[in-house]
């Protein structure tokens, strides 16, 4: 696979990640829309054919991640959480950095190939890093790019196994 197309896919994914932690996050504090909204109201029709899941659980103000976020997931640092939810089986986190993006991949191949983590498939060309990996009842997606020139974005979704 050529780099250019790694980057476009990988970049193509962080989009994806973005636009679904956009549409179902809704307030920086992922309590969802408000009811009244146009939205929900527009769509409250439809929902048994379109429902989108909801978090679940309260943010903790202290880290920016839900409650209920394993403590065995590493977060680089220095980093700050920009959307966080908790949907009952999986969390998708969206987190930025000012750090190199080639400091935050690196970060990341090593936490994710030391137990008890396993890298099941890597792409990275120097440019934006895809890792698919498992660990100790959980598997998951992260996504690592440089989306603007100061700025390093990290998207993940850790499905709760089981």
């Not at 780099?3 to 549409?23: D, E, H, M, N, P």
């Not at 065995?72 to 998708?92: C, I, M, N, W």
């Not at 895809?130 to 959980?138: D, E, N, S």
């Amino acid at each position: 696979m050529s780099g250019r197309f790694t980057r476009y896919a990988v970049l193509a994914l962080v989009s994806s990640v973005v636009a679904v932690v956009v549409a179902c996050g809704g307030d920086d504090d992922d309590t969802g829309p408000d009811a009244s909204s146009p939205t929900v109201a527009q769509t409250s029709a439809s929902a048994a054919v379109t429902a989108t899941p909801q978090p679940t659980t309260p943010i903790d103000p202290a880290t920016g991640l839900p409650i209920t976020f394993p403590g065995e997931f590493l977060v680089y640092q220095p980093a700050s959480v920009k959307r966080a939810s908790d949907y009952g089986d999986r969390f998708v986190i969206q987190w930025e950095s000012t750090d190199a993006l080639d400091a935050v991949a690196a970060f990341y191949e090593d936490a994710l190939s030391t137990e008890p983590w396993t890298t099941d498939e890597l792409s990275n060309d120097g440019g934006p890093t895809r890792i698919l990996f498992t660990g100790p009842g959980y598997s998951g997606e992260i996504g690592i790019a440089r989306i603007t020139d100061d700025v390093t974005t990290v998207l993940l979704n850790l499905q709760v196994e089981g």
